[in-house]
């Protein structure tokens, strides 16, 4: 498994603590130096299941200095893709990305039904 995360991010520390609890094996990515491009970004959000929106860290810094809350409607999904593709920080955190499923964000129950 791949778990993407920015080492700083308490969410990502918590995700990241609860794997290596569960004994589950991962490679880590730190988003900040390694950002995904816009074709894994693609890959991981057709297998996710979910809209585009939950790849945004809508709650950081650079997502509310760039206005995206009213910029992302008007954009296409390539933009939005190659937008998120230009710094990590755009990006929700952490992503676990599994053979057949893809996570954004830590959110535990979520976790353990994906991770038994």
């Known amino acids: ?3 993407v995360h920015y080492p700083k991010c308490t969410t990502c520390q ?3 603590a609860w794997l290596d609890e569960h004994g589950v094996s991962y490679e880590a990515r730190d988003i900040k130096l390694e950002n995904p ?4 970004l693609r890959t991981w959000w057709k297998a996710s299941g979910h809209p585009l ?3 945004f860290n809508t709650s950081g810094l650079q997502y509310k ?3 995206l809350k009213d910029k992302l409607p008007a954009m296409s999904e390539e933009e939005q ?3 998120l593709s230009t710094d990590g920080m755009l990006v929700k955190r952490p992503i676990l990305v599994g053979e057949d499923f893809v ?3 830590f959110r535990r129950l979520e976790w353990e039904e994906k991770l038994p």
């Open 103 to 105: 996570l954004t964000g």
């Open 53 to 55: 929106k939950k790849f």
């Open 65 to 67: 200095a760039l206005g």
């Open 81 to 83: 893709l190659r937008l």
């Open 37 to 40: 491009t816009a074709e894994e």
């Open 1 to 3: 498994m791949l778990f």
């Open 14 to 16: 918590r995700a990241r």
